[in-house]
């Protein structure tokens, strides 16, 4: 593996491969472990009967209920989480997002990550990432933001 290529004049570091983020096999063997993470998480909700109330789902698995809820009568920003990726996994799209818009955001991006975690792993570089850590920090900061608009879309609609 070459190593990376210093840029003086704009201070970044880059790739003589093009603009992929390298992988070393400890790497590789972190994103074919995470991608079986999420291959897991979808069987796991595929094998859970979506609650017709589009929250409680997580109940069947012998959780407590949600004590936000409890506690202040209102959903919290998770409510419905577990029932959306559960109708999700069943391609019901439309009842994913009923149940909460921001599980079917996140249902999306974890299936999208986990063809993409089997072709860097193959290819030994991030495919088409070259900051890792500024897409992570991207998506992270967007569904923050995203699930907290939507918590208080579904609020104000109550």
Not at 35 to 46: N, P, Q, T, V
Not at 75 to 81: A, D, E, L, R
Request: a positive charge.
């Amino acid at each position: 593996m070459n190593p990376p290529l210093s840029n003086p004049s704009a201070n970044q570091i880059t790739f003589p491969h093009g603009s992929d983020y390298p992988l070393g096999r400890k790497s590789r063997v972190a994103l074919v472990a995470w991608m079986l993470f999420l291959l897991s998480g979808f069987s796991l909700a595929r094998s859970l009967k979506p609650d017709p109330r589009g929250f409680g789902t997580h109940q069947r698995l012998g959780l407590p209920a949600c004590s936000f809820r409890m506690m202040f009568t209102i959903p919290c920003p998770s409510c419905g989480m577990t029932t959306s990726f559960a109708h999700f996994t069943r391609g019901q799209f439309r009842e994913s997002a009923g149940a909460n818009f921001a599980g079917l955001l996140l249902a999306i991006v974890c299936a999208i990550q986990i063809p993409w975690c089997v072709a860097s792993a193959w290819r030994g570089r991030l495919w088409k990432v070259s900051q890792p850590n500024v897409v992570a920090m991207w998506l992270l900061i967007s569904f923050c933001v995203i699930s907290a608009a939507l918590w208080i879309f579904r609020l104000i609609a109550a």
